[in-house]
Nanobody, 122 residues
Framework: QVQLVESGGGLVQPGGSLRLSCAASRFSLANYAIGWFRQAPGKEREGVSCISSDGSTDYADSIKGRFTISRDNAKNTVYLQMNSLKPEDTAVYYC????????????????WGQGTQVTVSS
């Protein structure tokens, strides 16, 4: 069965950095898009970033210039480097898989990880 496992979350001060990882198993990243989403308490899940099977990337306006998505096919892992973190970035971050192309619509993703908590606070 397809598995996605997020890691790298934690508590960080405003302005700090974290790198999230999404380790995939039982499928090859080369054929799939991986999206990062986040959900804050009381809010809907929202798209953060995505990388398609061809390596093209997309970012939400709220994080452009601060977050960078990348992929290591050899390790079957997608990363989300998060810099200049703000308190409003606090949320549970999820990665999800769909075939080939990115999408901002959560219902179009087939598999999801369990999420990792990111808390930005002084």
């Amino acid at each position: 069965q397809v598995q996605l496992v997020e890691s790298g979350g934690g508590l960080v001060q405003p302005g700090g950095s974290l790198r999230l990882s999404c380790a995939a198993s039982r499928f090859s990243l080369a054929n799939y898009a991986i999206g990062w989403f986040r959900q804050a308490p009381g809010k809907e899940r929202e798209g953060v970033s995505c990388i398609s099977s061809d390596g093209s990337t997309d970012y939400a306006d709220s994080i452009k210039g601060r977050f960078t998505i990348s992929r290591d096919n050899a390790k079957n892992t997608v990363y989300l480097q998060m810099n200049s973190l703000k308190p409003e970035d606090t949320a549970v971050y999820y990665c999800a898989q769909r075939y080939r192309r990115c999408s901002w619509y959560t219902r179009t993703y087939d598999y999801w990880g369990q999420g990792t908590q990111v808390t930005v606070s002084s």
